[in-house]
């Protein structure tokens, strides 16, 4: 059952604000505001071409937005003139013990990754196939295992400060393999390994470089009834039991409405629903986006609804 409390407005992990995206004359993106709450899942949707993935790219420093805010608080209760200040002053964050704040639409790529603590797959798999599954993940791990080596031949040396590093890389892919139950395929080549196993892989590959939000770019695309189930379970577990709140794009609506705390809802680059998964399933102008109703015929759809809800049930009442 889902939380009933709105983290993305009382303590907000991400806040996207005015963000725009322009691609020459087309708008990609157009004034677009939401927040993604601290241990929440939320989800990013709307028809093909909505603009969810420049989103993504914005969030993830793919793409440098034309104009807007992105602001990631790695701790609670940062206040907005925190923010304000970090911005007023040019710098890319803030890593004071009360102002961890990080703007992301001013930071490169790797450090938005290294430094915001911001992983990100994407929709078509990019594993390393020739490399082992175990392998997989202990790449990922690769920037903190420079810093214990002293960015020198302290790794090649084999000195205890490297050890010990790589020891716990270890200890913790090991234990992401459990977590997606891919543990007794370790020493596999990742290529070898069944679509949705990539999928999960791919997954706990971000997890190893322990972020603050995993952003998923259609985690279940291409996946049946049971991975799809599967899936659903390690998102859970992840929010649950980690406390990493997670941001992701899907197209497979019964896994963005049963895991959803939040969803977002894009068409034509521009926002027309935020709210529980409750309230965007009966929002009219969700449901005319995603039949392609004209702007003028929402309000007809609207009035549908409003009728169906009142017809009497097959028992005597109302729906």
């Given at each position: 059952?889902?939380?009933?409390?709105?983290?993305?407005?009382?303590?907000?992990?991400?806040?996207?604000?005015?963000?725009?995206?322009?691609?020459?004359?087309?708008?990609?993106?157009?004034?677009?505001?939401?927040?993604?709450?601290?241990?929440?899942?939320?989800?990013?949707?709307g028809?093909?071409?909505?603009?969810?993935?420049?989103?993504?790219?914005?969030?993830?420093?793919?793409?440098?937005?034309?104009?807007?805010?992105?602001?990631?608080?790695?701790?609670?209760?940062?206040?907005?003139?925190?923010?304000?200040?970090?911005?007023?002053?040019?710098?890319?964050?803030?890593?004071?013990?009360?102002?961890?704040?990080?703007l992301?639409?001013?930071?490169?790529?790797?450090?938005?990754?290294?430094v915001?603590?911001v992983?990100?797959?994407f929709?078509?798999?990019?594993?390393?196939?020739?490399?082992?599954?175990?392998?997989?993940?202990?790449?990922?791990?690769?920037?903190?295992?420079?810093?214990?080596?002293?960015?020198?031949i302290?790794?090649?040396?084999?000195?205890?400060g490297?050890?010990?590093?790589?020891?716990?890389a270890?200890d913790?892919?090991?234990?992401?393999?459990?977590?997606?139950d891919l543990?007794?395929?370790?020493?596999?080549?990742?290529?070898?390994?069944?679509?949705?196993?990539?999928?999960?892989?791919?997954?706990?590959?971000?997890?190893?470089?322990?972020?603050?939000l995993?952003?998923?770019?259609?985690?279940?695309?291409?996946l049946?009834?049971?991975?799809s189930?599967?899936?659903?379970?390690?998102?859970?577990?992840?929010?649950?039991?980690?406390?990493?709140?997670?941001?992701?794009?899907?197209?497979?609506?019964?896994?963005?409405?049963?895991?959803s705390?939040?969803?977002?809802?894009?068409?034509?680059?521009?926002?027309?629903?935020?709210?529980?998964?409750?309230?965007?399933?009966?929002?009219?102008?969700?449901?005319?986006?995603?039949?392609?109703?004209?702007?003028?015929?929402?309000?007809?759809?609207?009035?549908?609804l409003?009728?169906?809800?009142a017809?009497?049930?097959?028992?005597?009442g109302?729906?």
């Amino acid at each position: 059952m889902l939380k009933e409390n709105r983290n993305w407005a009382a303590d907000p992990v991400l806040s996207v604000e005015h963000l725009t995206m322009r691609f020459g004359g087309l708008v990609a993106v157009d004034d677009l505001s939401f927040d993604v709450g601290r241990g929440d899942i939320t989800a990013l949707i709307g028809p093909n071409g909505a603009g969810k993935t420049t989103v993504f790219n914005c969030v993830t420093g793919f793409y440098k937005p034309t104009e807007g805010r992105i602001a990631l608080r790695r701790k609670h209760g940062v206040s907005p003139q925190a923010i304000g200040d970090l911005t007023k002053s040019g710098k890319q964050y803030s890593e004071d013990a009360d102002k961890a704040v990080f703007l992301l639409e001013r930071m490169a790529d790797f450090k938005i990754t290294e430094v915001a603590g911001v992983a990100r797959t994407f929709q078509n798999i990019r594993l390393f196939g020739g490399m082992t599954v175990l392998e997989n993940l202990l790449v990922a791990q690769h920037n903190k295992l420079m810093r214990a080596s002293g960015y020198s031949i302290a790794g090649l040396l084999g000195l205890p400060g490297y050890r010990r590093a790589a020891k716990a890389a270890q200890d913790l892919a090991v234990e992401w393999l459990r977590r997606v139950d891919l543990i007794d395929r370790a020493d596999d080549p990742a290529a070898d390994l069944p679509y949705g196993d990539q999928r999960r892989l791919e997954i706990a590959r971000a997890l190893c470089t322990d972020p603050v939000l995993l952003c998923l770019d259609e985690p279940a695309a291409g996946l049946n009834p049971r991975e799809s189930a599967e899936l659903n379970g390690l998102l859970k577990s992840i929010r649950n039991d980690h406390g990493v709140s997670v941001l992701l794009i899907e197209h497979d609506m019964g896994v963005v409405m049963e895991i959803s705390d939040h969803i977002v809802v894009l068409d034509y680059g521009k926002k027309i629903s935020d709210g529980t998964a409750a309230e965007v399933r009966s929002d009219p102008k969700v449901i005319a986006a995603y039949l392609g109703v004209d702007d003028e015929e929402v309000e007809e759809v609207e009035r549908d609804l409003e009728v169906s809800a009142a017809r009497p049930s097959a028992e005597g009442g109302t729906r």
